[in-house]
Every structure is written in structure tokens, then in C-alpha cells.
């Protein structure tokens, strides 16, 4: 079922959480403030972060800014704080999520699997059965690429990643989100991510160090430009 960082400086709250949520498959980390937090979350990448709005030391909107700054994990606010602009300033945050304590079980549960469901929609197979990238052809029905009457012979993790990035051509998928569609949760490793990048701009580009296709963006992820 994945992964889930459970923030929060109350043990007890962390105790219920373990309880409710590992009998559903998650593995639950924990974390007691929003410094802890960041190094479990470097540590650990977990699929999804439940954080707790008021801790002592770093808090949980400043733990939230600085988990998105480097990764579009689903981040769940979770505060005895119901006001509007509580709401705002967590969403302001990157929060994807925000729910009020006391919540119910279920309503938890079923947010959970909602954001959950819905990240792993991002990623369908492309809906592209042929593409042309200057004399590149590219066909996805039997996972082929020539380059004039050439076949150019990808890896597996090649495609793959040439496939998640077509889904979403001409729009930025982050790191995060492509070692999470290519190589599932548990990857955590940008340096392989930016060798299968390496390999497959050598296949698909006329220039692979000045790329016209394959783009990056600097300290997001890649985007895939189509021809106009």
C-alpha cells in the first residue's frame, strides 16, 4: 500500500495513527517535529506525509515548504486549527490536504486513498501510438525507436521514462514523480533517473549535450518538447 511519514509531537497521536493505519498495509515512519521529519523524509521517501500544523521548534508549515521544495509528495496538514486562513496558508505551503483534529477514522482513510489514487492517475500509459522527433520515429505499440531505417535499442527504464514523459508532453514531470512511474516507491536516487536521461538523449537527439527535445529543468525534473 506504500509508505506514510506520520509527523507529530504528541506520541500518543503518533500511537493512534500506527494503530489505524498499518492494519490498512502502510508502513508507518514516524517523526516528532518538522527538523526530524526532513531527515526521515530524505531517508525514507515515503509515498505520502501526514504533518501535524503545531510543533515546537520547526512547525509544520515550514516542514511542508521545504518537503515540496524538493519533491511532490502528497503532504496531508493535520491541525486543531479550523479556520479559513489556517486552510490557506497550508495549501499557500504545498499542502495537498487539510484536516482538522478531532477527525474521524474513516474520513482520514478515505483521504488517503484518494490522493493516493489520484498521483498514481497522473501517470496512464500514453495515449500516443506514434511520435516523430525530428528523423527519430518512436512507436509505442511495439516499443520501437529508429532513427532513419536505424533501430535504436532502448532499455526497458529508457522508455519507460520516454513513455511518462510523452503522457505529459510539452509539461514538466518532476524527478520525484518520474523515479516514482518508472521505478516505483522505493527508488530514491536522482544520479540514476539522470543516467537513463544521459542514454536516451543520445538516442532520440541529433545533439545530445544541447538537447531540442529532451529538456531539463533546472532543479525540477525533465519535459518532453514536442515538434510544433
Known amino acids: 500500500m506504500g509508505s506514510i ?3 507529530d509531537d504528541d506520541p500518543q497521536i503518533r500511537r493512534v495513527m500506527r494503530a489505524v493505519l498499518s492494519p490498512q498495509g502502510y508502513l508507518i515512519v514516524e517523526a516528532r517535529d518538522g527538523q526530524e521529519a526532513l531527515v526521515k523524509f530524505r531517508g525514507e521517501r515515503p509515498d505520502l ?9 520547526m ?10 521544495s524538493a519533491s511532490s509528495v502528497p503532504i496531508i496538514i493535520v491541525t486543531v486549527r479550523g479556520a479559513e486562513k489556517d486552510k490557506v496558508n497550508a495549501l499557500d505551503a504545498g499542502a495537498d490536504d487539510y484536516l482538522v483534529k478531532p477527525f474521524a477514522v474513516p474520513e482520514l482513510l478515505a483521504r488517503i486513498r ?6 498514481r492517475a497522473r ?4 495515449t500516443l501510438t506514434h511520435l516523430r522527433l525530428g528523423d527519430v520515429e518512436i512507436d509505442f505499440e511495439i516499443r520501437q525507436v529508429k532513427r532513419g531505417a536505424e533501430q535504436e535499442r532502448l532499455t526497458p527504464k529508457e522508455f519507460d521514462t520516454l ?5 505529459h508532453a510539452n509539461t514538466i514531470v518532476t524527478c520525484d514523480e518520474l523515479r516514482r512511474a518508472v521505478w516505483g516507491s522505493n527508488s530514491k536516487d ?3 533517473l539522470r543516467g537513463v536521461v544521459y542514454q536516451l538523449r543520445k538516442k532520440i537527439e541529433s545533439q545530445p549535450d544541447h538537447p531540442k527535445y529532451l529538456l531539463t529543468e533546472p532543479w525540477v525534473g525533465y519535459r518532453l518538447r514536442l515538434p510544433e
Open 114 to 119: 484518494a490522493i493516493l489514487n489520484n498521483r
Open 163 to 167: 513513455s511518462c514523459l510523452s503522457a
Open 190 to 192: 536522482n544520479n540514476l
Open 5 to 7: 511519514l506520520v509527523v
Open 59 to 68: 512547525g509544520g508549515l515550514e516542514a511542508c515548504r521545504e518537503i515540496r
Open 49 to 57: 506525509v501526514i504533518l501535524d500544523m503545531n510543533m515546537p521548534g
Open 123 to 126: 501517470f496512464p500509459a500514453t
